[in-house]
Nanobody
């Protein structure tokens, strides 16, 4: 079983940037698709982005397209979410997850981390 741990969250002003990291342990995650979701207070969790096993395919939610960039380093079992031009509406707990195939359906992800808080002030 793969354990996922997110880090890099914090408080940032609108227009700023943050880099989230997802570290996997327990077994190699190189055969899995990886992705991020987020959940704001009082809202349902939503899909953010996904990346395939070797990083040459990515997919982003419309709300983050052009502002967020997903990448991974399989040698280090690590995935990164570069977030720029952050907006107050990006405030949420961000979760990394892994899935056996390309999907934007959160129920099809096999495992999730505990999350990291991102707060964007106006």
């Amino acid at each position: 079983q793969v354990q996922l741990v997110e880090s890099g969250g914090g408080l940032v002003q609108a227009g700023g940037s943050l880099r989230l990291t997802c570290a996997a342990s327990g077994r190699s995650f190189s055969n899995y698709f990886m992705g991020w979701s987020r959940q704001a207070v009082g809202k349902e969790r939503e899909f953010v982005a996904s990346i395939n096993w070797n990083g040459d395919w990515t997919y982003y939610a419309d709300s983050v397209e052009g502002r967020f960039t997903l990448s991974r380093d399989n040698a280090k079992n690590t995935m990164f979410l570069e977030m720029s031009s952050l907006k107050p509406e990006d405030t949420a707990v961000y979760y990394c997850g892994l899935s056996p195939h390309a999907t934007i359906k959160l129920a099809e992800f096999a495992s999730w981390g505990q999350g990291t808080q991102v707060t964007v002030s106006s």
